[in-house]
């Protein structure tokens, strides 16, 4: 843990100046609130650094359980800062628009918590296996380790692709381990275990349970009228909608809450026709000729006597079909 030095606050600047050059209306709005969050809470800290930073003796040994919720907002310099906000305003970017913002912040959330409780978990288990107390006595504070889920997300939504790490180009299936090697070699006074700890949450999400416990969550909480099923409104792999590229939607289409599907209508969107006509078939032999009732039109077109019977409108409505 370094202590905040007040100088020139040059990283500061230099993320203001990122920021305007990006521009306020490109940053989506979860992304732009969390970014600004962390830089309220480095001007105006809500605990000094010491109080902040999470570690086993101070949240486990002592009780402060505080600090896994301070510790993630909380920059030990200004450049600490900068490299974490620039970092996250570009994967911030990119899975907010593709999983949309209340499921990004609930995200953000979840990341911030667990990163904090599996950093501890890893600090327990050295301090046991190297007889070590000083594993239990290291304070990590930042942002880092959430960032370092989400890379392991956005590698996730978009696999194949080659990254740049410290000028090394890497696949992006391997860009997290090698960045983690990296950054603690170059940087002996990080956090190998915070980052490593990030890396393990976003494994826990894109490979493990974590996801669908998160939406078996979020089931419960939603109010009456609300579409209680994340699945249908957060698709596994994001929720489909508006991609933010410019060039319209991306071919799906995201429903919202409440609604429900009405597979007697005219047309049955997201089925192919072999079940839309299963879906038309099934209905037309459920109806049992109920579209009669209360004034309503003639079914498929047929003109028949109020008294024909519930089977021969079956079997018209199937030759009509096999037509």
Same mark, same amino acid.
């Given at each position: 843990?370094?202590?905040? *030095? ?126 070590? *107390? ?10 880092? %380790? ?39 070699? #170059? ?70 809450? %409440? ?12 089925? #192919? ?51």
């Amino acid at each position: 843990m370094r202590n905040r *030095q007040r100088g020139s606050q040059l990283g500061l600047l230099l993320l203001a100046s990122q920021v305007f050059q990006l521009g306020l209306n490109n940053i989506p709005p979860i992304t732009l609130a969390v970014l600004a969050l962390n830089v309220y809470l480095y001007l105006f800290p809500a605990a000094p650094l010491f109080q902040a930073c999470v570690s086993v003796q101070q949240a486990y040994w002592l009780k402060d359980w505080r600090r896994l919720l301070l510790s993630p907002l909380h920059h030990a310099d200004d450049w600490h800062l900068y490299f974490n906000m620039v970092s996250f305003l570009w994967k911030g970017r990119r899975l907010e628009q593709r999983l949309g913002g209340p499921w990004f912040l609930y995200l953000l959330s979840v990341f911030s918590l667990l990163t904090g409780l599996v950093y501890l978990v890893l600090e327990a288990l050295l301090t046991e296996l190297m007889q070590d *107390q000083s594993y239990s006595m290291a304070c990590a504070v930042g942002f880092s %380790g959430v960032l370092f889920a989400l890379k392991v997300l956005n590698n996730h939504y978009y696999p194949g692709s080659v990254t740049y790490v410290m000028g090394l180009p890497v696949s992006s299936r391997y860009a997290s381990w090698v960045e983690l090697v990296l950054i603690h070699i #170059t940087s002996p006074g990080t956090s190998f275990v915070g980052h490593l700890s990030g890396i393990l949450v976003g494994l826990l999400y894109t490979t493990g349970p974590l996801k669908k416990i998160m939406k078996k969550c979020a089931g419960f909480v939603t109010s009456n009228g609300y579409n209680s099923q994340p699945g249908a409104y957060y698709r596994s792999s994001g929720p489909s909608g508006y991609t933010g590229t410019g060039r319209g939607f991306s071919g799906n289409y995201q429903y919202a809450p %409440g609604y429900t599907a009405d597979y007697t209508a005219s047309y049955t969107g997201g089925l #192919t026709e072999e079940e839309q006509l299963e879906e038309a078939i099934r209905n037309s032999l459920n109806d049992r000729g109920q579209t009669r009732q209360r004034g309503a039109p003639p079914a498929y077109g047929f003109h028949l006597s109020e008294d024909a019977r519930a089977e021969e409108i079956r079997q018209m409505r199937l030759r009509r079909f096999d037509r």
